[in-house]
């Protein structure tokens, strides 16, 4: 895989992007610990909150579909090297409250609009998954 990827900050001071370090990480794991089965439960993305952005504009994240992207084939080249991958869950389904930043920040492929009786509306990135999935 030709993609050369540094660490990027993100709007939280502890979480960097790092999608090759996804591939480290596992690879790791089987070469130290016999292959065991790995189910990653929470991968993902910070951005900065912002309610007065409008919900068509606040959807539009294009920084989470890079980021699924460069991880998600990382790890396909983890698994086609061995890597005894069973499951991968990103973080998250929907924007929700986050324990150090409460409700400043978006994890979600699901926007909630917290100031509309909680609406929710898929983000770009949510319809770019299901495409990755159908492939």
């Known amino acids: 895989m030709k993609q050369n990827f540094i660490f990027v900050q993100t709007c939280l001071d ?13 690879m790791h794991l089987k070469d130290k610990y016999k292959n065991p089965k790995i189910y990653i439960t929470e991968n ?3 951005e900065a909150g912002n309610d ?3 919900v068509n504009e606040a ?3 294009g920084i989470r579909i890079t980021y699924l992207d460069g991880h998600l084939k990382f790890l396909l080249q983890a698994i086609k090297e061995g890597v005894n991958v069973k499951g991968y869950n990103g973080w998250s389904f929907s924007d929700s409250f986050e324990w150090d930043a409460g409700y400043t920040v978006r ?8 100031k509309n009786n909680m609406r929710r509306y898929p983000k770009f990135s949510a319809f770019w998954l299901k495409k990755f999935l159908l492939k």
């Not at 999608?19 to 990480?25: T, Y």
């Not at 994890?107 to 917290?114: A, E, H, L, N, S």
């Open 107 to 114: 994890f979600g492929i699901i926007y909630v609009d917290f």
């Open 52 to 54: 007065s952005t409008p």
């Open 14 to 26: 502890w979480l960097h992007i790092y999608p090759k370090g996804l591939h480290q990480i596992v």
């Open 44 to 46: 993902g993305i910070a």
């Open 59 to 61: 959807r539009k994240d």
